[in-house]
């Protein structure tokens, strides 16, 4: 199984980028996909992630409203539009994606996804 995220580059502060990441391999389930970021110095933390046997999305609250997960229909790609774009939002972005279904109080987990990109670097300046 791998994961292969990209998109990621240089924008000015306010600008939008398009994160993709593509899955291939041995199908393995694929019962939610996420992403996460790092910050340079911090830890990795969670954005946003989808379930697909609901279809049910989750945001972290600092993107709530600026950013965006969708896919196509099957769950082979998963975009991640990102608007309104601010310097905090500089990381590297990382797509995941879990065997299992979490419940919907785990979905902010990483320890819930089995499968991780190489990330993408996004800078946003100000």
């Known amino acids: 199984v791998q994961l292969q995220a990209f998109g990621g580059g240089l924008v000015q502060a306010g600008g939008l980028l398009r994160l993709s990441c593509a899955v291939s391999g041995r199908p393995f389930g694929n019962n939610a996909m996420g992403w996460f970021r790092q910050a340079p110095g911090k830890e990795r933390e969670f954005v946003v992630a989808?379930?697909?046997?609901?279809?049910?999305?989750y945001y972290a609250d600092s993107v709530k409203g600026r950013f965006t997960i969708s896919s196509d229909n099957f769950k082979k790609t998963v975009i991640l539009q990102m608007n309104s774009l601010k310097p905090e939002d500089t990381a590297v972005y990382y797509c995941?994606?879990?065997?299992?279904?979490?419940?919907?109080?785990?979905?902010?987990?990483?320890?819930?996804?089995?499968?991780w990109g190489q990330g993408t670097k996004v800078t946003v300046s100000s």
């Open positions: 989808i379930r697909w046997s609901d279809r049910s999305t």
């Open positions: 995941a994606a879990a065997r299992l279904s979490p419940i919907a109080s785990q979905m902010r987990r990483e320890s819930q996804y089995d499968y």
